[in-house]
């Protein structure tokens, strides 16, 4: 923690920096965790995301907050994601051939469809508390519980908003396909 602490400049800075560090860095290794089952790895995303907060110190001004806990959950999880990829690199899956069956969602049917990478693209254009929702329910395999738990919200309010985020990505890749 000195290293980081010596990277900021002011002492309050320095004092706010030592609070979310105090209190997250746990949480924080166990979300990575979720994302890389490595205790190693995990440690590692921990701490490229206090490097990270070196540098964005700025978007932290209450430690205590929900919206600090959300920024940087959001940053180890990206850190984790960055680090499977470094140590497995980008596998998509296909699903081509799949026929979609009567009833069948048009989400669930181009999962069938397509690859893994073709929906992470369509997931990067939704908002980003969108993408975060649905990476945490269905990439992840996160409970609506434990989303709730992460994203600081009641688990009714994150099964409300997990199925508007889905509505959102149906409606892209309807656009995408071409239908309306």
């Keep these: 923690m ?45 701490q490229e995301t206090f490097l990270a907060l070196t540098r964005h110190m700025d978007k932290i001004q209450d430690p205590e907050s929900k919206a600090a806990r959300n920024f940087l959950s959001t940053i180890v999880r990206n850190k984790a994601i960055d680090l499977l990829r470094k140590e497995k690199g980008i596998r998509t899956i296909p699903f081509e051939g799949w026929e979609q069956p009567a009833g069948e969602d048009l989400l669930e049917g181009y999962l069938r469809r ?23 329910r269905y990439l992840h395999g996160l409970s ?24 959102r990505l149906q409606e892209l890749l309807r656009r995408e396909e071409g239908i309306s």
């Design 114 to 136: 397509e690859s893994a990478e073709e929906i992470r693209q369509a997931l990067d254009k939704l908002e980003e508390e969108n993408r975060i929702l649905l990476e945490y």
């Design 144 to 167: 609506e519980r434990e989303v709730a738990r992460i994203m600081g919200i009641t688990p009714k309010n994150a099964n409300v908003r997990i199925f508007r985020a889905r509505r």
């Design 2 to 46: 000195l290293l980081f602490l010596s990277m900021l400049d002011s002492e309050e800075e320095k004092s706010r920096f030592q609070a979310v560090y105090e209190k997250y860095s746990h949480f924080l290794w166990y979300l990575a965790y979720q994302v890389l089952r490595d205790g190693q790895l995990a440690e590692d995303a921990v």
